[in-house]
Structures are given as structure tokens and as C-alpha cells.
């Protein structure tokens, strides 16, 4: 019989006293990873407390306001939708899409949270959500080779991280050591994560993954690998989820954006909106069986992703993010030229066009993707793979080229501006700026304030980590355009140039008169 999506197993549902179950607040958010014993190091010390550290304070309330906005009553319908198993609310990003209709009530919610970031925020708690919307859509690809009990866990798994509003992340990129050669023949082969020891009652992991993007602040990771393996790396074949306060769990973030800006005005991105990226270190970390949904098989380690309707539905969600983001860097760039009283010039306004052009473009591939959404076999429904991974390659061309039109539009004003908000409160520094830093019916605290805001989208560290994250975060461009190209419908195209062929001969020449 075919596993459905919802059913679990006999068994238990999985527990965590961490979580009363429902909807959290952004309170009981913050309280759950509040000195709950995670181990995060930064600038050579480890931070006790990320809810309060300078680095990752303002992040963990923007993380916060996310719950608050899904637990308003007034956002009820937008946000929540009834639990199959309960009946209790609970958030719209863990709901499986039976029709076009659900895939735009998921794609809404989602809009709404990416809209608190400006699209800065690429893995809030819908990101990996999506992954194991995915897996419970399509637990059969996870049962093949007599592993049903593997997949049982996985829809398990999705039902406790949807019925205790969960914020989970991933590990799921090995760090890049020896890329030459497979997990299993590093030096020492301990390296990349995988399983050393095996018990009756679950195993052991060691070794690190890298880009755990967000897991300073999540409730769990979920650790794998997307890269390709070969045969020997059965010990890292696997799939598996693990509190990021566990023993062993041991998160490296690297250098904090927000604790570097010297002020919320003079950085109103980096200081909210750095979820931070971490190497995480898995020593020697104790794994209970029920938290495993893939073990020590390289077929289905790979299938996960791709045969089941995770990696599209977890990607659907970036997809929407970076749409808000698109347009937010329209509205900056119509802005920037209204401001400077160049917005009526034709050669602007195209270059305005030019960025306008590229949102609705990928906004459309968006549409696209969800109105040609199909049923899988259990009636979950799958945007459109062909259209999704199109949409996925441009990300990564548009999205540099759209900051390069932001640079000719604001030119040297992005660069002269004050060092310091506080260059404002000093008087004769300050009165220099009002009288030469302004523009027609714009203050110079005004102009500074949209300028530095344009900087931090553009030219600090924190945008030059979002320019690299974007054209990445799907992995390698030449292996995302792969994807494209197994989602892509050749036979229709080669059959409209076998048509062209098959309608002349040598015998069609034009008659001489």
C-alpha cells in the first residue's frame, strides 16, 4: 500500500519539552534559545547567550517578529491553516499544497515574512520548512530498498517540526577540504560528517558541514548532503535531525556584520537582517534512531532532494523572498533618481526600466512555476519544475547586473557621506553636512539616511555577502543550469526541428527564370 502524506506510524510522535506544542510567540522563541546550552564561538569567545550577544541580538528579534506576525489573530487566515492530525492552527509554511490555490495561500505567508526583511533574510524558518514539506509529499522515495521505516520517521519528523512551530536549518555542503576526492578518503576520513558509531538505540556523528546559515539561532539542524557521493561514503550517506543545543553540536560563526556597523542608521541592513553563516562541528554527537530518515544509502541520500518535491518546494521559497527583494532594489533605485531630480531623464529612466524589467521578469517565472503546478502521486502539488529551475539559473545572472545599475545611478553619493551618524551632533561638522549634503526638498538627514541604506545593499561587507549568497546558495551556476537542463522539455523543441526537416528535400530548390 502507498504511504500517504500525512499518515505517520504506530509509533509515538516525536517530543521535545523545549516546545508546548502550537503556534510560539516571539517571546517563547527567543526563551527556547536563550542559555539552552548551544555552543556558538565568534571573535574568540563563546557566546552564552545569542539572544543578547551584540552579534546576533538584533538578527534573533527580527527572527522573533517572524513567530509574533504568524501568532497575530489578525494574520489568523494569511498565516496559519488547521493541522490534519489536531486541528490545532499552525503555520501556513509547513502546509502540503493540494491544489494551485494552497500553493498561493503558502506563497502569501511566505511574501508576508520575507517582507519584514526586504528579502535580506534567506533562511528564516520557511526555508528548510519546505524541504520537509517535500518529504512528507513523497515519503515512497524514501522507503525504496525495504527502508520504510526510515520514511515513516520522515513524516514523523515533518509532523513535530509542524505541530511545535519548529525553526530548523541544514547543514547539508561538506567543508571544502579535498574536493578531489570523496568523503570517505579524507584525511582522516572523519572529516566531513558521517556516522563512527552505531547503538541499539541510534548512532553517533562526527566530523563538520559548512554554511549552516542561520543555525546560531534555530531550534534544530538537519544534517546531510547534497553533493555528490560515491561508493565507499555509505557512512555519510545520510539524513537526520539534531537539537542545536545537543552534546557535541558545535556552531563556528563567522564574523558578525552586525556587530561590526558602527550604528543602526549607518547600516540598517547588516545590523537586523545578518543571519550569519557557520561551519557546525558534529563531535562525536549522539543521534536517537527516531531522528533519522536516511541511513547509509547513497541512492537515496541523492533522491531526496531531487525525487521527492523538497528541493523545489524549499527553493520555491527562496524564490519568493528574492522577489520582494527585486522589489526593493526597484523602489531604492526609483527613489535614489527621484531624490537627485534626474528621475524624468530618458537614459534614467531606462536604466529604471532596466531593473523593473528583471523583478517582473522573474516575478513572472514565479506565476509560472505555481499555475503550471501538477499533482504528484499523492496529490500534493509541485510548481513547475521547468519553469522553477529557470527562474533559479537567472537568479544568479540578474542579480549582480541589477546591483551594477545601482552603482551608475547613485554614482560618488553612496561613497561621500558622513563616517558617522554621530557626525550629525558635533556642530560645525554638522553644519557643514546640512548645508552641502541635501538635496531640493530632501534634508541631509534624509538623503544620508536613504544613501546609507542604498550602500548597505550594494557596497558594504554584509551586501558583497548577499551578492555571493545569491549567485550560491542553489549551489555551483553550472550545476543549477544541470538542473535545468534534466527539468527541461526537449523533446518538444527537437521535435518542432524535426518537423522544420522533415518539410524540404535536396528536390525543394528555387526554380531559375
Not at 546550552?37 to 565568534?42: A, K
Not at 555571493?468 to 522539455?489: C, H, L, S, T
Request: charged share 25%.
Amino acid at each position: 500500500m502507498p504511504m500517504t502524506p500525512t499518515a505517520g506510524s504506530q509509533s509515538e510522535p516525536l517530543k521535545d519539552d523545549r516546545f508546548p506544542g502550537g503556534l510560539r510567540t516571539g517571546a517563547q522563541f527567543l526563551d527556547s534559545i536563550r542559555n539552552d546550552g548551544r555552543r556558538v564561538f565568534i571573535d574568540g569567545e563563546e557566546v552564552s547567550d545569542v539572544t543578547t550577544h551584540p552579534a546576533f541580538a538584533e538578527p534573533a528579534k527580527t527572527i522573533a517578529s517572524l513567530f509574533d506576525i504568524a501568532c497575530d489573530p489578525d494574520n489568523r487566515e494569511l498565516m496559519t491553516y488547521a493541522s490534519p492530525e489536531t486541528g490545532a492552527a499552525v503555520n501556513r509554511i509547513w502546509q502540503l499544497p493540494y491544489s494551485v490555490e494552497d500553493l498561493n495561500l503558502r506563497r502569501a505567508a511566505i511574501e508576508r515574512w520575507s517582507e519584514e526583511s526586504f528579502g535580506y533574510m534567506g533562511r528564516t524558518p520557511d526555508h528548510v520548512a519546505g524541504f520537509f514539506v517535500g518529504y512528507a509529499a513523497e515519503p515512497q522515495i524514501l522507503a525504496r530498498d525495504g527502508n520504510e521505516r526510515f520514511a515513516e520517521n520522515a513524516v514523523r519528523i515533518y509532523e513535530f517540526l509542524r505541530d511545535n512551530d519548529v525553526y530548523i536549518t541544514y547543514t547539508i555542503v561538506p567543508p571544502q577540504i579535498d574536493r578531489s576526492k570523496p568523503a570517505h578518503q579524507q584525511d582522516p576520513p572523519d572529516l566531513y560528517c558521517g556516522v563512527v558509531e552505531e547503538r541499539d538505540d541510534g548512532v553517533v556523528i562526527k566530523g563538520a558541514q559548512m554554511l549552516g546559515t542561520g543555525s546560531v539561532f534555530s531550534d534544530y539542524i538537519h544534517q546531510s548532503t547534497i553533493h555528490p557521493m560515491r561508493p565507499g561514503d555509505e557512512n555519510h550517506a545520510i539524513s537526520l535531525i539534531v537539537p542545536a543545543n545537543a552534546p557535541g553540536v558545535k556552531i563556528h560563526s563567522r564574523r558578525s556584520y552586525a556587530r561590526a556597523a558602527s550604528s543602526m542608521f549607518d547600516y540598517p541592513l547588516a545590523t537586523r537582517f545578518d543571519e550569519t553563516d557557520s561551519l557546525v562541528v558534529y563531535d562525536n554527537v549522539f543521534v536517537p534512531w527516531e531522528h533519522i530518515f536516511v541511513y547509509k544509502n547513497l541512492d537515496i541520500c541523492r533522491d531526496q532532494w531531487f525525487e521527492t518535491p523538497a528541493h523545489i518546494m524549499g527553493n520555491n521559497q527562496a524564490q519568493i523572498r528574492f522577489v520582494t527583494k527585486l522589489r526593493f532594489l526597484t523602489g531604492l533605485a526609483q527613489r535614489i533618481t527621484k531624490m537627485n531630480s534626474i528621475n524624468m531623464m530618458p537614459p534614467v529612466q531606462g536604466q529604471i526600466a532596466d531593473i523593473a524589467v528583471q523583478a517582473a521578469m522573474y516575478e513572472g517565472l514565479l506565476d509560472g512555476q505555481i499555475a503550471r503546478a501538477a499533482p504528484n502521486q499523492n496529490g500534493v502539488y509541485v510548481p513547475h519544475p521547468q519553469t522553477h529551475y529557470a527562474a533559479m539559473v537567472l537568479q544568479s545572472r540578474l542579480y549582480p547586473e541589477i546591483l551594477e545599475v545601482l552603482r551608475e545611478l547613485t554614482g560618488g553619493g553612496m561613497i561621500q557621506l558622513p563616517s558617522n551618524v554621530a557626525d550629525f551632533d558635533t556642530p560645525e561638522a554638522g553644519d557643514d553636512i546640512r548645508r552641502y549634503v541635501q538635496s531640493p526638498g530632501v534634508t541631509a538627514e534624509e538623503r544620508v539616511k536613504l544613501l546609507k541604506l542604498a550602500w548597505d545593499a550594494v557596497g558594504s561587507e554584509f551586501a558583497s555577502r548577499h551578492a555571493q549568497y545569491e549567485k550560491f546558495y542553489a549551489g555551483a551556476p553550472f550545476i543549477v543550469k544541470n538542473r535545468f537542463m534534466w527539468n527541461y522539455d526537449f523533446d518538444t523543441s527537437e521535435a518542432l526541428v524535426e518537423k522544420a526537416l522533415a518539410g524540404y528535400d535536396m528536390k525543394g530548390r528555387i526554380e531559375e527564370t
